[in-house]
């Protein structure tokens, strides 16, 4: 499997409450991205320093990750997520995993 994972770090508008963004991406996860094919997990973080957020998603494949990126705009499900984004503020890396180290 050649596992893909992407990190996007963003900031929200002004008006959305730490608790607010954190219940529109638990929907956006559990609503829309859980449901994609090709999608393993995704983990939110907060750097309280910059207040600049991160989503890291693990894929399937290159293939998979694109095509639910695609329907992303699309989507009515998404529509709240991508409204509460300073759209300015997103950054998107992409990675192909080449190792994985656990704890014995």
């Known amino acids: 499997m050649n596992i893909m994972t992407e990190i996007v770090t963003f900031q929200t508008i002004e008006n959305v409450t730490k608790e607010e963004f954190i219940s529109i991406v638990d ?3 559990k609503n829309f991205h859980s449901l994609q094919l090709g ?3 995704s983990e939110l973080l907060f750097n309280d320093v910059d207040e600049e957020w991160i989503i890291i998603q693990h894929w399937d494949s290159m293939e998979n990750m694109q095509l639910a990126s695609k329907k992303m705009f ?8 991508i409204n ?5 503020s997103v950054k998107m890396l992409r990675f192909h995993q080449l190792g994985v180290w656990t704890k014995n």
Do not use: G, V, W
């Open 74 to 81: 699309d989507s009515p499900i998404t529509e709240t997520f």
């Open 27 to 29: 929907e956006l996860e």
């Open 84 to 88: 509460a984004l300073n759209t300015k």
């Open 39 to 41: 999608f393993i997990d």
